[in-house]
């Protein structure tokens, strides 16, 4: 069974960065399979932060457009999420997604395999 591991997370000052990873047990599948990040906050719904298709086309929320980066490298069944100038509205567990297919999935219903989470906390 595939399995997603989430790493990278921690505590951090306002300002500060931070790089998540979330690697594969396994290569996903043979052909195209597109992964995401999303985030929960206690209390709220939890929502997309940034995916990325196979074919490294991205798509980010509005709330971390020019902060966050996400990329890849699926020859190594891992993708990156690159957090520059966290804010304390980023404090969340931070979930790593995978969906097959070839496009950029930005909604929590098209992906099926998921990971644990890591937290990240991010004091003001």
């Known amino acids: 069974q595939l399995q997603l591991v989430e790493s990278g997370g921690g505590l951090v000052q306002a300002g500060e960065s931070l790089r998540l990873s979330c690697t594969a047990s396994r290569r996903p599948f043979k052909s195209s399979y597109g992964m995401g990040w999303f985030r929960q906050a206690p209390g709220k719904e939890r929502e997309i932060v940034a995916a990325?298709?196979?074919?490294?086309?991205?798509h980010y929320a509005d709330s971390v457009k020019g902060r966050f980066t996400i990329s890849k490298d699926f020859d190594k069944n891992t993708v990156f999420l690159q957090m520059n100038s966290l804010e304390h509205e980023d404090t969340a567990v931070y979930y790593c997604a995978g969906a097959a297919g070839s496009l950029v999935y930005s909604r929590r219903n098209e992906y099926p395999d998921w990971g644990r989470g890591t937290q990240v906390t991010v004091s003001s």
């Open positions: 990325i298709s196979w074919y490294g086309e991205t």
